[in-house]
């Protein structure tokens, strides 16, 4: 539907549920490589979004009628307008999910077009030192709103409602009494359970990590709670060191 026409904006509202979102980041010591992901979405949220989507935005849900929930072309296209990417790949193999990937000639190069005009509020940042590289995702409220903000798809009033920008200074359980009142009594469980998987794999050697479970000598997987990030009371850092 039109009223979801980005994967960030997919892995929100799907993650608000009983879903699941997971990411496969390969990197060379160049910081060249490739990413597949995957978004699933609960029946009854699909049901819920689909009910706001007519509140927000009639005419593209009315158009959309009964397909996918995921705007396929247009999620392309985002990927596509970031010169830093190429072998994009988007598909909805049903109305509930959808699937993708892309490759990248520098994560650094990437990072930065993304981040364009938000300096210093970076969630992700990667750099080299010799035949050292380091990724590090950081998630506080600072770096999550640029992303927002820095993405109008996101900047929605679905996102608004639900999303980090309203949860400061609230505790988990109300968050999850006003989850519960809009979504039903099904979300709280869901996002209780719900997590992002992210796992990096290096063509290399990882020397050291931080908030993650190293699988073996090159991989190491991050699950981070659904919870920390929309309620972000504190910072959170996962990062990865690798040669």
Do not use: H, W
């Not at 490739?34 to 593209?60: C, K, N, R, T, W």
């Not at 506080?140 to 920008?165: C, H």
Request: aromatic share 6%.
């Amino acid at each position: 539907m039109k009223y979801i026409n980005t994967v960030l904006l997919a892995g929100v509202l799907a993650l608000f549920g009983s879903c699941s979102m997971s990411q496969e980041v390969t990197l060379d010591r160049s910081g060249a490589g490739e990413v597949v992901f995957s978004v699933g979405m609960a029946s009854y949220l699909g049901d819920v979004i689909e009910q706001m989507g007519m509140l927000i935005d009639p005419e593209a849900a009315a158009e959309a009628g009964s397909g996918s929930f995921f705007d396929v072309p247009a999620i392309r296209e985002g990927f596509e307008s970031n010169k830093k990417l190429s072998a994009v790949t988007v598909e909805s193999p049903d109305r509930l999910s959808l699937n993708g990937g892309f490759r990248f000639t520098s994560v650094e190069d990437m990072v930065k077009q993304a981040n364009e005009g938000t300096p210093g509020t970076q969630m992700i940042s990667f750099s080299s030192t010799g035949s050292e590289s380091q990724l590090t995702v950081l998630l506080n409220r600072a770096t999550v709103s640029s992303m927002i903000k820095s993405n109008p798809e996101l900047d929605n009033p679905l996102v608004q409602m639900f999303g980090p920008s309203s949860t400061e200074g609230m505790s988990e359980e109300d968050y999850l009494d006003m989850m519960e009142f809009g979504l039903g009594e099904e979300s709280r469980k869901g996002i209780i359970a719900s997590k992002l998987s992210l796992t990096v794999k290096v063509t290399g050697e990882i020397l050291e990590q931080r908030g993650g479970t190293k699988l073996n000598s090159s991989a190491v997987r991050f699950d981070i709670p659904l919870l920390d990030i929309l309620l972000l009371e504190n910072t959170a850092v996962y990062s990865l060191r690798y040669r």
